[in-house]
């Protein structure tokens, strides 16, 4: 038997049976096409099997409750082939859109009916994807429209350049901010406290500074070259002006470092060094040779062009003292800081035939250093063996080696050429044959002592030869 439920054709027998609620999904699929409506009538009954199924009518009286396939045949104790007599209630009757439908706005689908909804509220059961989704008081949501910001005007927009990060490296790093354009001085130099004013303002101007010619210094200071650049004056000659015995005369031509002009800091270079004088004389006073050493300079820039302080004549530049001991200079600095006529001017003189014996001795453990000893030691103890004889033994054979490396390296530090030291100063720290490198003697200013000053200048005034004008 086929029966029509609002144009809807409900076939007899177990494969055609529909429930009610089945029923509202095909009438209200089938009803869009025609309006929009709430309430459904239908005049026949739809018979299922052997059973009587309860009249569209009745169940289309009331409003449709929005419930789960699992929940909707349950309800009120009925089975699977009855459905219940009655329904929940629900606040208004609503109209269902069609999983397709729901997402329209303002149009129409291939059977031309329009919405204007818009899903707002859930469906009563939590799994929202069973059964019909029940719309009330649908609504259009609107997401307002972002507006871009507009960029700031040119003429407001502040560009800042990136700040260089100087590498450790650099040699820039190690000037202060403020002194940045002069030129570059050792980091410890550059830390180095100014003096007071106090003492700063008794130093005179250049253009009436009084210089000393060496050989006044030599003939009335005395002494002689114990290091690079250092006098000594060694007992028992005594010297009435100089208490500590030691005072420096340096050439800035081949000493780029030391202090600009006098109550300044610098630095001086040295490829070796030689032992303290304090150490070879008992009478000389601990720290004569870096605690508070007069310091003459020539071929100074102080003064300009003046003839006697650029030249070959001194200036006092004060008192000296090395507060930090010296820093061997690396590749980077060999190469970026120290000048070529430099490293010329110290392959010249460690190359020189008449260098003092203690540079060729510093020379040769330099380059070819001393053997180590690897023979048997002496053991002590109650429970030691007594290997005196092998001991023995091992000390023979280590002096026949000293004795033949003595003999080698005094040959091969005499063949030592001015070449060979500059190609030292270009080696590897890890070569085999060990590279050459220059140190740092860092001279910080403490004084600038007038009566000092006052005395050289009368002892000078004394004798016309040493008038600078000749």
């Not at 104790?77 to 997402?103: D, I, K, Q, W, Y």
């Not at 190609?423 to 007038?450: I, S, T």
Request: with cysteine; hydrophobic share 30%.
């Amino acid at each position: 038997m086929d029966d029509t439920l609002d144009g809807t054709s409900v076939k007899d027998g177990p494969a055609g049976v529909q429930s009610s609620s089945q029923a509202v999904i095909v009438d209200r699929s089938a009803s869009l096409s025609a309006q929009p409506r709430t309430n459904i009538t239908a005049t026949e009954s739809v018979k299922a099997g052997p059973s009587t199924v309860k009249t569209c009518a009745q169940s289309l009286a009331e409003p449709i409750s929005s419930l789960p396939p699992h929940l909707r045949r349950k309800k009120n104790g009925t089975t699977n082939g009855e459905a219940s007599a009655s329904t929940s209630s629900v606040p208004e009757t609503t109209t269902s859109v069609p999983p397709h439908l729901r997402r329209k706005r303002n149009g129409t689908t291939n059977d031309n009916v329009s919405t204007t909804h818009s899903v707002t509220d859930r469906a009563n059961s939590t799994i929202v994807t069973d059964g019909i989704v029940e719309l009330s008081h649908a609504q259009l949501q609107t997401t307002p429209r972002v507006e871009p910001t507009p960029p700031a005007s040119p003429s407001t927009t502040t560009v800042r350049q990136d700040t260089a990060i100087p590498f450790m490296e650099t040699p820039s790093i190690t000037q202060p901010s403020s002194q940045s354009d002069k030129p570059w001085v050792p980091l410890v130099v550059a830390n180095f406290p100014s003096l007071p004013d106090s003492i700063l303002s008794q130093i005179p101007p250049a253009s009436t500074m009084t210089t000393f010619s060496y050989d006044f210094l030599l003939n009335e200071l005395g002494g002689a070259l114990h290091s690079p650049g250092l006098m000594f004056i060694a007992p028992p000659s005594l010297s009435p002006i100089l208490t500590n015995r030691t005072y420096y005369t340096l050439n800035a031509t081949v000493e780029p470092y030391l202090p600009s002009s006098p109550g300044q800091h610098g630095a001086k270079l040295t490829a070796f060094f030689n032992s303290n004088p304090e150490d070879d004389y008992d009478s000389v006073p601990v720290g004569c040779s870096f605690v508070s050493v007069p310091l003459f300079v020539c071929n100074s820039a102080f003064g300009g062009d003046k003839k006697g302080i650029a030249g070959s004549r001194y200036v006092y530049f004060g008192h000296y003292t090395q507060t930090r001991w010296s820093d061997k200079l690396d590749y980077d600095r060999m190469e970026q800081q120290v000048p070529q006529n430099v490293k010329q001017y110290w392959a010249e003189e460690l190359a020189a035939a008449g260098r003092a014996k203690w540079v060729t001795e510093a020379m040769k453990t330099h380059f070819f250093p001393r053997p180590e000893y690897e023979g048997a030691l002496p053991r002590t103890g109650a429970n030691g063996e007594d290997n005196a004889e092998k001991v023995q033994k091992d000390m023979q054979k280590y002096v026949k080696v000293l004795g033949a490396w003595e003999k080698e390296a005094n040959v091969k530090v005499g063949l030592i050429g001015r070449q060979d030291v500059l190609r030292a100063f270009e080696g590897a720290d890890a070569d085999e044959v060990p590279a050459l490198r220059l140190w740092w003697e860092y001279l910080q200013c403490v004084a600038w002592e007038p009566k000092f000053y006052g005395g050289l200048v009368e002892l000078q005034g004394r004798n016309q030869s040493y008038d600078e004008k000749k």
